[in-house]
Every structure is written in C-alpha cells, then in structure tokens.
C-alpha cells in the first residue's frame, strides 16, 4: 500500500514513433485531500501524465500507483477507474444523453446499479455543481460551464475519491470558467475530494495549493502558488507567465516599493491597503 494517494515512480513513456519521451522519469506524489494545479506550455506532457493516472496510459517503465492500485495492474483497472474521475477539455464529446439527468447517470446504469440509489446518486451530484434546475434540460442547450458541470456531475456519481481534469476551462468564457473553477474548489474544500487540475490560466492555478510545472516531460518546479510565482523568470524561460498581479507586484518591488508579493487581486488589494494604511 503506497503512503501517498497518487505516487509516480521515474515514469518514462514514449508515444509509438517518437524520438523524444513524452515523459521522462516523472516522480510525483499527491495526498488524499490536494488541490493540485498542473502547468506547462504545449506538448509539455501535462494530458500523457493526466491519462496516467487511471490507467488509459501506463508507465513504459516506472510505476504509477494510485488509491493503492498499480494502474499496470490490470485486474484492478475497473476499481482504478471508479476511484478516480476524469473530465476533459471539450464538454460536447462528453455528454452523452438527451437530458442532463440521464447523462449524469449514464455510467452508473451501465454498472446496473440500482434505480433508487442512481435517483439518489443524481440528484446530490446535479446539487454539488448546482445544476439541479436545469436536471431536465437538453444538454446542448447549456452554456460550455453548465455543460461542463454537468460532466463533473457524471463523474461524481461515481462517488470517486479523486477528480482529475484535463484543461476543463480552455473551451470556456471567462463566466463559464469562473463556475467551473467554484465548483472545482467547492468540491475538494467540502467533500475532501483530491482534485488534480490541468490548465493554462495562472489565475487558476493560483487558487490552488499547490502547482506543478511541467515542462519537455519533466517536472520543473513543484511548490505551493507563491513559491512557484516566485520564479517568474524561469517560468519565462519555459513559456510561461506568473498571473497579472504578481508581476504588478515584481515591477514595484524593483522600484524600491515594499509591497508583498500577492498571487490574486484579493491578496493583492490587501497588500496595497497594507502599504498605504501600515
Ligand atoms: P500537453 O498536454 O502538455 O500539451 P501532451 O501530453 O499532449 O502535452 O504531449 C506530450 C508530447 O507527446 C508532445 O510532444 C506531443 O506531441 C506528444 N503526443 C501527445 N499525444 C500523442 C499521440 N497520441 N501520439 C504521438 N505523440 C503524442
Ligand atoms: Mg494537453
């Protein structure tokens, strides 16, 4: 039994064809409870370790345990996968059903689970992403956030320990993104749900305890949001940026301004008043 919840063990794995890795000795452990954000410019390898961890990938060498599951395991592939959610980029190649209440409990009626507890299931997962009014509606008459909501819901059905999501806001407006991300955060700071986020947005991944950069198949920095934005120039370095106020903030300090560095506007209007009020 492994100690930590997910724990990736020197993962190398090579797509068919490829003369570079995809990953390249990845170690990553993540606790039972994390809000993790997973960063890195294209191609970094961010999605290849995403389908890692329930086993739609598995290591070529290395290993990947998750939940206490080797995903190598085969035998163990249909626990694996209801233990641990994934929800991807695009909400239209998700959703499956006519009504938003059938799509969410798709998965579990192809488990045979019982009618009653599936209308219980149902209902508390529509509830949790607040889209219970809309339980009747038809799923492509939805906004891209209600319609990703809705594939959270699918996956919380299933009860999973861990949620794992590939970019769920790329496709998004920024309203759709910023109830994604509420929901997100609400379901791991109430239900204690280990959530592992891949995205591109720093803001996002700034509300997060803890980001990962990926970079050419390799971790590249692993810390908590403020030591990570501490880099800005080796984040730079690999195509990134730090969010808009934390650069304010870097720009200022340069300038001989003691304002503390601030890693969201909130954080940032506190600093401010900080400085001006003492
Ligand atoms: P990211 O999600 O960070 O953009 P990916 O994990 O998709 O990165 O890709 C990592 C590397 O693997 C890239 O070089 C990409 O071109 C390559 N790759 C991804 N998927 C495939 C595939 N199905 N076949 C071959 N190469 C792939
Ligand atoms: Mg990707």
Redesign the pocket.
Known sequence: MAEHFISCKNVCFN????S?A?LKNVSLNIDKGELVAVL???????????KHLNGILTAQSGDVEVAGYNTKDENNIFNLRSRVGMVFQNPDNQLVATIVEEDVAFALENLGVEPKEIRKRVDEALEAVGMSEFKLSQPHKLSGGQKQRVAIAGVLAMSPDCIVL?EPTAMLDPKGRAQVMDTIIKLNRERGITVVL?THFMEEAALCDRIVV?ND?EVFLDGEPKEVFKHAQKLKDVGLAVPDVTSLCNSLQKLGVEIETSINKDEFIENIQKLLIG
């Open positions: 797509y068919e064809g490829r570079d995809a890195g410019h294209n191609g970094s390898g961010k999605s290849t370790l995403a590939d891949i990926m198949g």
